[in-house]
């Protein structure tokens, strides 16, 4: 119920202000937040990773379990690639460093639908003077 009321006052924000935020990753690079923008550059950012490591998400289907977080699980096929060397430790670090910067985008969004909302609350309680605020393009 507490999730869907800020859901509501967020998607009432999109249509009144053309508010935007800028973020740095970790990596130094730059993530822009738009209103309607970000489920696309969230998708994009999911279906990157996929695109780039298939060789190392294809040890994935071989675990044991299939819910393996692949840190110390028997049966992991990725530890076992690691110990023998079918899959370079680089490689697999590069992984995880990746799954954790689209990770921080994700918490970030999340952080960021938040503020907006108490950002609207605040403003519909007092009076209205950010109307337009933002970026010019
Ligand atoms: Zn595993």
Request: aromatic share 8%; net charge positive.
């Amino acid at each position: 119920m507490k999730v869907q009321a800020i859901r509501e006052i967020d998607s009432r924000g999109r249509h009144t202000t053309t508010h935007r935020q800028l973020f740095m990753l970790p990596s130094g690079k730059m993530v822009i937040d738009t209103p309607g923008m970000r489920e696309l550059g969230l998708f994009e950012a999911g279906e990157g990773i996929h695109a780039s490591f298939g060789d190392v998400e294809e040890w994935f289907g071989t675990c044991r379990f299939a819910d393996c977080r692949h840190q110390a699980e028997p049966g992991c096929a990725v530890l076992a690639a690691l110990k023998d060397g079918s899959l370079p430790r680089e490689r697999w670090e590069h992984y995880l460093t990746q799954q954790q910067e689209h990770k921080y985008v994700q918490d970030r969004t999340g952080y960021l639908i938040s503020k907006r909302a108490r950002d609207k609350m605040t403003a519909m309680q007092g009076k209205q003077t950010r109307k337009n605020g933002g970026w010019k393009k």
